[in-house]
C-alpha cells in the first residue's frame, strides 16, 4: 500500500494513502475537534469544527474528509486554525441553553470539553436565545432540541446503519431541528439507543438514565452483553455498586461502535437485591447455614457416597469456567448428561448497515460456549419444560444458575442428592440438599463464547451479594478435593483446565484473550473448507 | 557501678515563697475588675455576633412556591472534600430535575463552604449558625426538609454585587 508523509503541527507522520488529516492528526495523538464526523459514519463536513489550516489552500479545510497529501503541512492547534474554532464554537453557544448543571451529558458532552479547552471565557450574546422545549421520540429516547448542535450524526445513523430513515431536519437555519415524521416516533426501532449514544451533546438523552447519575460518579468496566449469543462488547456504568446503565464498547469483529436496545435495557436484573447469600444445607431440623468450610466438605462427603446417576442442569447464562468446572465435577462423580435451558427469541434482528451485527436468536451469552462442553439444549424457546428426566431422578441431581421457574415446588425430591447453585432464590429448589450461593456474571470474571465462537472476558463490576463465589471456584474446590489436588486458583486457571479439555480452546490463553477476545480454533470439518 | 548521693539544697525562703506569684497573679485579676472592657458575655442571653463569613450548618434555598432550588447537579457532592453530601436526582410532575434525595452529614463537614461556592443556583448555602445541639447522633445527618426548613441567615463567602472581587 502506498504512503504518504506530511506535517502536521510540526510532527511528521507517515500515513496510508487516502488517509483523512483527522486521522493522520490522531496518529501523533492530536484530537481535531469534531461533531458530524462518526468513523462509523459518512462524512458530511456540516460541522465546521474540524477545519485546520493547510498550507497553500485557498481557505481552512474539514480536516474529516481532507486526504492526506505528500508534502503537506498542517497546521490544528495556533493560529487560524485555532480562531476558526473559537469562532465556530462561539456560534454554537448562540442558541445553546447551558444548562449543564441539569443535563445528563454533563460530563462526557464533546461542547463542554471543546468550549472549556478553547472556547471564548464569556459569551458576547445579548439576543434571548430560541426555545424548542423537549420532545419524546418514542422508545428509551428524549429529544432537547435546544441543545442541538445539528450534527446530523443520529440522522445518518437512522438512515445509514439502521436503514430505517425516521428522523430528518426540518426548518432552516437558527429554526433547523430534528424530527420525526409527523410525530410518528422511532417507530419502535430496534437500534434507536445508539442515537444517544453518538449524540455529542445533551440532545438525545435515554429515559431510563435520565437524571440517574453523573456522568462523572460512573465506574466504567468492560464486559459483555448476557443477552444474547452476540455478545456485544459493553461497558458496565456502576456507581455505588448499582448497574445504571449499558453503553457500547467498540469491537471491529463483533459489534462495531453499536449494540441493540434489546440488551442495552436488561441489566435491571443485576441489581436484584433477592439473593442467595450464605450457603445452606439442610439437616435434620430444616436450613443451616454452616459458612463454605461447613458446607464444602459435607457436601463432598455425599458426593462420595453418591452411587446412582448424575444429571445436571446448567444455564447458558453462566461463563465458560463455570460451565468448565460443573462438566470437570460431573465426570469426576460417574459422568452423566447436562442439559441447559435457554430462551429463544423468533427471530434475529440484524442491523443493516453493520450485518455482522444481530440481536442474535438464542438469548443467553454463552449457549455456544454449553455447546461447545457438550450440553444440550432442552425446553421449549421461552426456557421451560425439558426437565421431566432430570426431576425424576433418583441419583445425584446438580442444578447451576437455572432459576427453575416453571418446575413444581417437589422438583428433585426424589434425588439421593440435590444441589443448587444460583445467584437468586429459586422456589422450586425448596427440595435441595444444599442451597449455594453463586455470583453473577457482572460480579466475578470469566469469558463466553459467542455466536461466532469468539471468547470474549469481562470484568467484574459489582462486589459479589454476601458471601456468594463464583461457580467456577465453588465446583473446582469441590472437584479437586474428590481428586485430591488443589483447586483452581483463579478464573484464568480455571479457563486453562477447561483449555486442556475443549479442543476449540485449545490455543487459547485467558491473558492474551484481551479486551476485544479471540476466535476459538476452528473445529476441523470447519476449518477444512477455508 | 558506685552509688553516690547527689545533695540538693533547699532553696533559700525569698525564692521559695510562694506570696510574691500569689500577688502577682492578684494584681492582674483586679485589674480586669476594674477595666471597662468587659470580656465575659452572659450567652445564651446575650448572643454572640458571628464574623460575616462565619460558615456553620447548611440551609437549603427554596422557590417562593416551597420547591427546592437545588436542580440535582451533583456538583456539591462532587467537590465536596469530606464526601458529606448524598445526593439522588429525579424528575419532578413538572418536569423539573429536582433532588429526590439531598442529605448532609454534618458531623462528616468540614465547613469548607465549597457546596455554597460552586452551586450553580445558589441553593445550597453554609449558615451564620452554631446551636446545633441533639440528642441522637442520626440527628445530625440533614435531609432536604431538614436543610429547607432552616431559618438562619446564610453566610456571604463574597460581595453578590461583585462575585470575582474585582
Known amino acids: 500500500m502506498s504512503t504518504v508523509t506530511l506535517t502536521i503541527d510540526g510532527h511528521r507522520v507517515t500515513v496510508p494513502e487516502g488517509t483523512s488529516l483527522l486521522h493522520a492528526a490522531e496518529e501523533i495523538g492530536v484530537e481535531v475537534p469534531h461533531y458530524c464526523y462518526h468513523p462509523a459514519l459518512s462524512a458530511p463536513a456540516q460541522c465546521r469544527l474540524c ?3 493547510v498550507e497553500g489552500a485557498p481557505k481552512p479545510m474539514p480536516s474529516c474528509v481532507t486526504q492526506a497529501q505528500e508534502g503537506q503541512v498542517v497546521r490544528t492547534d495556533q493560529g487560524l486554525a485555532r480562531e476558526m474554532r473559537k469562532g465556530v464554537l462561539e456560534f454554537y453557544l448562540i442558541n445553546h441553553p447551558l444548562d449543564c448543571p441539569i443535563c445528563d451529558q454533563s460530563g462526557e458532552c464533546k461542547l463542554q470539553d471543546y468550549v472549556h479547552s478553547e472556547g471564548r471565557a464569556h459569551g458576547r450574546g445579548v439576543e434571548p436565545k430560541r426555545v424548542f422545549g423537549r420532545d419524546d421520540f418514542g422508545g428509551d429516547v428524549l429529544f432537547y432540541g435546544d441543545r442541538c448542535v445539528m450534527c446530523t450524526r443520529c440522522v445518518r445513523f437512522m438512515e445509514e446503519m439502521a436503514q430505517d430513515p425516521v428522523l430528518t431536519v426540518v426548518e432552516r437555519g437558527d429554526r433547523a431541528v430534528i424530527d420525526t415524521f409527523f410525530e410518528q416516533g422511532l417507530k419502535d426501532s430496534s437500534w434507536s439507543g445508539n442515537i444517544v449514544d453518538i449524540c ?17 460518579d460512573l465506574d466504567h468496566t468492560p464486559s459483555v452483553c448476557p443477552n444474547c449469543s452476540q455478545g456485544c462488547n459493553i461497558d458496565i456504568h456502576t456507581r455505588d455498586n448499582v448497574v ?26 443485576t441489581n436484584r437485591s433477592d439473593r442467595i447469600t450464605e450457603p445452606f444445607a439442610r439437616g435434620d431440623g ?46 469426576r462423580i460417574g459422568g452423566g448428561d447436562i442439559v441447559y435451558r435457554s ?17 442474535r436468536r438464542d438469548l443467553a451469552p454463552n449457549t455456544r460456549g454449553a455447546e461447545l462442553l457438550g450440553m444440550h439444549r432442552v425446553g421449549g424457546d421461552d426456557a421451560s419444560g425439558g426437565l421431566d428426566k432430570v426431576a425424576a431422578s433418583t441419583g445425584t441431581l446438580i442444578v447451576l444458575g437455572d432459576e ?14 440435590f444441589v443448587y447453585l444460583g445467584a437468586h432464590p429459586a422456589p422450586a429448589a425448596r427440595s435441595a440438599h444444599f442451597v449455594l450461593p453463586v455470583t453473577t456474571f457482572a460480579e466475578q470474571e470469566g469469558t463466553f463464547t459467542n455466536v461466532q465462537t469468539r471468547v470474549q472476558r469481562f470484568e467484574p463490576a459489582l462486589r459479589g451479594a454476601g458471601n456468594a463465589q463464583p461457580a467456577w471456584q465453588v465446583l473446582g474446590a469441590l472437584t479437586a478435593s474428590l481428586a ?7 478464573a484464568a486457571e480455571s479457563f486453562s483446565r477447561l483449555a486442556a479439555r475443549v479442543p476449540e480452546y485449545e490455543d487459547l490463553d485467558y491473558d492474551q484473550l484481551g479486551a476485544q477476545g479471540v476466535p476459538a480454533n476452528r473445529p476441523a470439518a470447519i476449518a477444512g473448507e477455508r | 557501678m558506685a552509688i553516690s548521693v547527689k545533695v540538693i539544697r533547699r532553696p533559700e525562703a525569698a525564692r521559695s515563697s510562694y506570696l510574691r506569684a500569689a500577688l502577682k497573679g492578684m494584681s492582674l485579676t483586679f485589674r480586669h475588675m476594674v477595666n471597662p472592657r468587659k470580656v465575659t458575655r452572659s450567652y445564651p442571653e446575650e448572643p454572640t455576633e458571628l464574623h460575616p463569613r462565619w460558615r ?26 469530606a464526601n458529606c453530601i448524598r445526593l439522588v436526582g429525579g424528575e419532578d410532575d413538572q418536569g423539573n430535575r429536582y433532588p429526590i434525595v439531598y442529605e448532609i452529614d454534618e458531623f462528616r463537614c468540614i465547613f469548607c463552604g465549597m457546596c455554597q461556592e460552586v452551586c450553580p443556583v445558589e441553593a445550597i448555602h453554609v449558615g451564620q449558625h452554631f446551636e446545633n445541639a441533639e440528642y441522637t447522633r442520626e440527628r445530625f445527618v440533614y435531609d432536604l426538609d431538614r436543610l429547607m426548613e432552616q431559618e438562619h441567615p446564610v453566610t456571604a463567602l463574597w460581595d453578590p454585587s461583585d462575585p470575582a472581587s474585582e
Not at chain 1, 201 to 216: E, M, N
Not at chain 2, 63 to 78: M, Q
Open chain 1, 343 to 359: 430462551a429463544r427469541a423468533s427471530d434475529e434482528v440484524p442491523l443493516p448497515g453493520f450485518p455482522m451485527l444481530a440481536r
Open chain 1, 51 to 53: 477545519l485546520v489550516d
Open chain 2, 56 to 81: 456553620g450548618t447548611h440551609r437549603m434555598e427554596v422557590h417562593a412556591d416551597g420547591r427546592p432550588k437545588c436542580v440535582a447537579c451533583g456538583l456539591c457532592p462532587t467537590v465536596c472534600p
Open chain 1, 200 to 216: 455529542p451533546v445533551g440532545a438525545l438523552v435515554s429515559k431510563d438514565f435520565l437524571h440517574k447519575a453523573r456522568a462523572w
Open chain 1, 286 to 331: 430444616g436450613w443451616l447455614a454452616p459458612g463454605w468450610h461447613g458446607a464444602l466438605p459435607s457436601l463432598q462427603e455425599r458426593l462420595e457416597d453418591c452411587r446412582g446417576p448424575v444429571h445436571a442442569v446448567a444455564s447458558a447464562h453462566a461463563s465458560n469456567e463455570d460451565l468448565g468446572a460443573l462438566r470437570e465435577l460431573v465426570e
Open chain 1, 484 to 490: 485430591g489436588e488443589p483447586a483452581p486458583a483463579s
Open chain 1, 404 to 417: 427453575l421457574a416453571d418446575q413444581p415446588e417437589d422438583f428433585g425430591s426424589r434425588a439421593e442428592l
Open chain 1, 244 to 269: 445504571h446503565r449499558l453503553k457500547p464498547r467498540e469491537n471491529p469483529e463483533v459489534n462495531g461502535h453499536w449494540m441493540c436496545d434489546y440488551g442495552r435495557g436488561r441489566y435491571e436484573w
